[in-house]
C-alpha cells in the first residue's frame, strides 16, 4: 500500500460528458502527476502539480485540466470526452516534483467511455 | 511517442526459473526506475538506478544499467506465481520532471 487513494475506482460515461477523477496524495508528498494508460500500453504523463501550480504537462489537450489543494490532494478533470479518452487513469506522488524520488502510484480509476 | 522500448513484450517461464527483461532509452537520462503492474492495477515501485550507478540489487531483483547502451536490464530470480504480473520501465530524463514509460513486458509464472 502506498497510501495514495483515488476515487472513483470505475466511471463510465458517454461521449461530450464532462467528468472529475480525484485523488490523496501520500502524507507528507507535495507533488502529484497524472497519467494516462490506454488498455496494453504504458503509462503516458498528462500533467503535475507542485504546490497548487502546475509543473509540467505532456501532450494533452487542454480539455484535460487539474487543481491540488492546499492540502496537496488534487483533480484531474476532462471536457467533452471522447471515446479514445477510456483508459485507466492514475495519479502518483513523490516529493519535491519527484526529482530523483520514487512517485507512488494509486490504484488507478478506471474510465470508460461510451 | 515512447521513450522506453521493453523486450520481450511477453515471457512466459516456469517457477523457480530466472526472468530477465530488458529496457533500451533513447535521450539522456538521470534515473531509470522498474515498477510492476498486476491486472491493470496501480504501479508498484520496484526499483530505482541513478545514471552514474551500473548495478542495484533488491531482494530477488537484481537491474543493470548501461549508458553508454541506453539500455537496462531486470533480472528477477527464483520465480515465483506472484511474480505474474507486467513490468514496466520508466525514465526520468535529465531535467524533467515527468517519467516517461515503455509499453511493459508482461511475465507469466507458470506452476
Known amino acids: 500500500e502506498t497510501g495514495v487513494t483515488q476515487s472513483p475506482t470505475h466511471l463510465i460515461k458517454t461521449r461530450g460528458q464532462q467528468v472529475t477523477l480525484r485523488c490523496s496524495s501520500q502524507?507528507?508528498?507535495?507533488?502529484v502527476s497524472w497519467y494516462q494508460q490506454a488498455l496494453g500500453q504504458g503509462p503516458q504523463f498528462i500533467f503535475q502539480y507542485y504546490r497548487e501550480e502546475e509543473n509540467g504537462r505532456g501532450n494533452f489537450p487542454p480539455r484535460f485540466s487539474g487543481l491540488q489543494f492546499p492540502n496537496y490532494s488534487s483533480e484531474l478533470n476532462v471536457n467533452a470526452l471522447e471515446l479514445d479518452d477510456s483508459a485507466l487513469y492514475l495519479c502518483?506522488?513523490?516529493?519535491?516534483?519527484?526529482?530523483?524520488?520514487?512517485?507512488?502510484f494509486g490504484p488507478g480509476t478506471r474510465l470508460t467511455v461510451l | 511517442s515512447q521513450q522506453g522500448e521493453e523486450d520481450p513484450q511477453a515471457l512466459s517461464i516456469q517457477e523457480g526459473e530466472n526472468a530477465t527483461m530488458n529496457c533500451s532509452y533513447k535521450t539522456s537520462i538521470n534515473n531509470l526506475q522498474w515498477y510492476r503492474q498486476n491486472s491493470g492495477r496501480g504501479l508498484v515501485h520496484l526499483i530505482l538506478i541513478r545514471s552514474n550507478e551500473r548495478e542495484k540489487h533488491s531482494g530477488r531483483l537484481r537491474v543493470t544499467l548501461d549508458t553508454s547502451k541506453k539500455s537496462s536490464s531486470l533480472l528477477i530470480t527464483a520465480s515465483r506465481a506472484a511474480d505474474t504480473a507486467s513490468y514496466f520501465c520508466?525514465?526520468?530524463?535529465?531535467?524533467?520532471?515527468?517519467?516517461?514509460f515503455g509499453q511493459g513486458t508482461r511475465l507469466t509464472i507458470n506452476p
Open positions: 502518483a506522488s513523490s516529493l519535491d516534483r519527484g526529482r530523483g524520488d520514487t512517485q507512488y
Open positions: 502524507s507528507g508528498h507535495n507533488t
Open positions: 520508466a525514465t526520468r530524463l535529465t531535467g524533467a520532471q515527468k517519467l516517461v
